[in-house]
């Protein structure tokens, strides 16, 4: 079983992703901290030097390798976080959906201002107005996370233990997790 996470920047993907995962004994990848080790440099630089698209080519490919053995029932269970624009490549929508089950962590461009109005590591919040960018990848993005998602969760305002014990009890009632599962986590950390 593979739990993809998805949303925009700043939603909880990576936050919610190592507690689900410490929760559930699975194992836990941010796709772009592996995306990362293999370019050799920080997102950022990359981007700055050789452009989104170079970006979004290197990430379709790690996205394919992670979910390749989702069907596998041998394979260990994984929680991955995706990166935000992740979603932006059709390839990776369909393999995210077939392979995986996706969870939007859906937050507005006002909590996520919020959350990141002091980040200087994320490229595309390097800009004049973040809030307004934030309002454009928010209409941009959206819909390709509800479109791909089996599960929405709205982040708001709870703990990252809630928003864990929301997304084990939605994968208990799916048949997604054993019943012993949910009920420990409604037991929290």
Avoid: W
């Amino acid at each position: 079983m593979i739990v993809s996470l998805v949303g925009l920047p700043g939603g909880g993907k990576s936050t919610v992703g190592r507690q689900l995962a410490k929760r559930i004994g699975a194992r836990f990848i941010d796709s772009d901290a592996v995306l990362e080790e293999r370019i050799g440099m920080p997102i950022r630089q990359f981007f700055e030097q050789f452009g989104e698209v170079a970006f979004r080519d290197r990430e379709e490919a790690v996205i394919d390798e992670l979910t390749a053995g989702a069907q596998d029932a041998d394979a260990p269970a994984l929680v991955l976080a995706t990166g935000g624009g992740a979603l932006l490549r059709p390839a990776n929508r369909e393999r995210l959906r077939d392979r995986t089950t996706v969870v939007y962590l859906r937050s507005t461009p006002e909590e996520l201002y919020r959350r990141l109005r002091h980040d200087t590591q994320r490229p595309l919040l390097q800009v004049a107005d973040p809030l307004a960018k934030l309002r454009e990848l928010f209409e941009q993005r959206h819909p390709l996370y509800e479109q791909t998602a089996h599960y929405c969760v709205d982040t708001g305002r709870p703990s990252v233990a809630t928003l864990v014990n929301m997304i084990m009890m939605q994968l208990e009632v799916a048949g997604l997790l054993p019943v012993q599962n949910a009920q420990n986590a409604q037991k929290g950390p």
